[in-house]
T-cell receptor, first 110, second 115 residues
Framework: DAKTTQPTSMDCAEGRAANLPCNHS???????VYWYRQIHSQGPQYIIH???NNETNEMASLIITEDRKSSTLILPHATLRDTAVYYC???????????FGKGTKLSVKP | DGGITQSPKYLFRKEGQNVTLSCEQN?????MYWYRQDPGQGLRLIYY???????QKGDIAEGYSVSREKKESFPLTVTSAQKNPTAFYLC??????????????FGSGTRLTVV
């Protein structure tokens, strides 16, 4: 599975959009990009995933570059409850296990 | 509501003892996974199972054992051979599907402390 690179930490003002970047320059054609988040001392929560096209759901939007070497998770209106560690993972479909790195610690501030 | 349940939430073990962590899901998911998380670190895969009566070692299987006798259940035993078992243990499940993947659903975790 492709390795991903994320910033260690980011801050965001409450009510503003949080844009979390992820580099996955070695991603292969059959690997999806997944995003999860983990609030302190809880299990990770699935946010969104995509293959080529941009995706949006009730939690977030996922923007994948045309060459698929990077992506951005967008939380459109961050709240204090969005403070968490966000993991970006590149992995194959049902045959691939998800490898969680250290992620990005997002702090949403009032 | 469907979900995945881990118990207990906190567990204390004396050195030299085996201990079993429970993981049950009612999502009708095919695959189940066990991860370990140490403070400030990411998750590391211990074992996983794609179907009943079959399981595979992950990256850090030494000192651990699992069974998958029922689709709904995937218990993890931390044996005395695991030298540093104090950690946060997370169970997850997913529905295998050819052609489209689905995300993992995680339990709320078990925090194991050796005393």
């Amino acid at each position: 599975d492709a390795k991903t690179t994320q910033p260690t930490s980011m801050d965001c003002a409450e009510g503003r959009a949080a844009n979390l970047p992820c580099n996955h320059s070695t991603i292969s054609g059959n690997e999806y990009v997944y995003w999860y988040r983990q609030i302190h001392s809880q299990g990770p929560q699935y946010i969104i995933h995509g293959l080529k096209n941009n995706e949006t759901n009730e939690m977030a939007s996922l923007i994948i570059t045309e060459d698929r070497k990077s992506s951005t998770l967008i939380l459109p209106h961050a709240t204090l409850r969005d403070t968490a560690v966000y993991y970006c993972i590149a992995a194959r479909g049902s045959q691939g296990n998800l490898i969680f790195g250290k992620g990005t610690k997002l702090s949403v501030k009032p | 509501d469907g979900g995945i349940t881990q118990s207990p939430k906190y567990l204390f073990r004396k050195e030299g003892q085996n201990v079993t962590l429970s993981c049950e899901q009612n999502l009708n998911h095919d695959a189940m996974y066990w991860y370990r998380q140490d403070p400030g670190q990411g998750l590391r895969l211990i074992y996983y199972s794609q179907i009943v009566n079959d399981f595979q070692k992950g990256d850090i299987a030494e000192g651990y054992s699992v069974s998958r006798e029922k689709k709904e259940s995937f218990p993890l035993t931390v044996t005395s051979a695991q030298k540093n078992p104090t950690a946060f243990y997370l169970c997850a499940s997913s529905k295998n599907s050819i052609g489209r993947d689905y995300g993992y659903t995680f339990g709320s975790g078990t925090r194991l402390t050796v005393v």
